[in-house]
């Protein structure tokens, strides 16, 4: 009897969790458009909304983003000066060409879209992470 209430426990206690580790999603819902971009941009290989992988979590860009104006791309150089853009734009070049430095020393992010043939998905994703609210 014992026994199998601990294991009744344990059982429900590693379906909770399983359920935490998947749930990885903003406080709002993310727009179809917006997961099948990531999905095919493949930037969830990297990121996650809450979770931190290689690359900041965004609900972690999001935070530090918020009500900036500005951003200063510095690119893989990140002692250079930088070239100060407004922030969507400054995001989104960050995103295609890449860049290292702004949340660590020593994982950069490739460039996603050196081309800029996927600006309009990136731009989208940008504002989308940009709307995402504090957590609660
Ligand atoms: C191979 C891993 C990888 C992929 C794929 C990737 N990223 Fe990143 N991303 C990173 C890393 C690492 C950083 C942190 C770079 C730094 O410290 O400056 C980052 C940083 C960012 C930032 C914050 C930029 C800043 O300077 O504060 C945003 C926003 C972002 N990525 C969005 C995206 C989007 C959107 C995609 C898909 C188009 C994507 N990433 C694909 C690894 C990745």
Request: aromatic share 8%; proline share 7%; hydrophobic share 40%.
């Amino acid at each position: 009897m014992v026994k199998s209430g601990i294991t009744a426990v344990l059982a429900s206690m590693m379906v909770f969790s399983a359920t935490v580790y998947a749930e990885d999603t903003p406080g709002i819902a993310i727009p179809p458009a917006i997961q099948s971009a990531v999905k095919a941009l493949g930037c969830d290989a990297c990121h996650g909304w809450e979770r931190t992988k290689f690359g900041p979590s965004w609900q972690n860009v999001a935070d530090r983003y918020r009500n900036q104006a500005t951003y200063t791309y510095k690119g893989f150089n990140i002692n250079s000066a930088g070239e100060k853009l407004p922030l969507v734009a400054g995001l989104v070049t960050k995103i295609s060409k890449g860049g290292k430095g702004e949340w660590n020393e020593y994982i950069p992010m490739a460039p996603n879209d050196p081309s800029g043939i996927h600006a309009k998905e990136i731009t989208s994703i940008v504002n989308f992470i940009l709307s995402v609210p504090p957590k609660k």
